[in-house]
């Protein structure tokens, strides 16, 4: 019987509140800094069978990104790739392969981020012509 009478008392205490366990609150670890970005770019003129330029610019608010730029155009089932380049703040002029057939292509601009720096990606659609 005292057992039963002493569980009751503790199990109204801790429903009550005036008794409880100490626990210690949940930290996260410290979170690493990241900095979105955007991408633009521009393009010109381009003839069958030639490279389209595109100018890309990648932008961080007031910081200038690294990273590596890479570009990426398709027409149908048809798939160019151009060459990785460095990206350090500045805008730079890349080249995509060879676009061979008329029409439009859609090209895909991709910035890997180094660093803190977000990746980032913009479509843009070049129109080859005569």
Do not use: D, N
Not at 22 to 42: C, D, L, N, R, S
């Amino acid at each position: 019987m005292k057992k039963l009478v002493l569980g009751l008392l503790a199990a109204v205490l801790l429903s009550a509140g005036l008794v409880g366990v100490q626990g210690t609150a949940a930290h996260a670890g410290p979170y690493p800094g990241t900095v979105a970005t955007t991408t633009k770019a521009k393009v010109g003129k381009v003839g069958p069978g030639k490279r389209a330029k595109l100018t890309v610019r990648v932008k961080a608010g007031a910081a200038k990104p690294t990273g590596k730029v890479r570009v990426t155009c398709t027409q149908g089932r048809t798939k160019v790739a151009g060459p990785t380049k460095s990206y350090a703040g500045k805008p730079i002029a890349i080249k995509t392969g060879k676009l061979k057939k008329r029409g439009v292509w859609r090209c895909v601009v991709k910035f890997t981020g180094s660093g803190v720096y977000k990746s980032s990606k913009v479509a843009t659609q070049v129109r080859v012509r005569r």
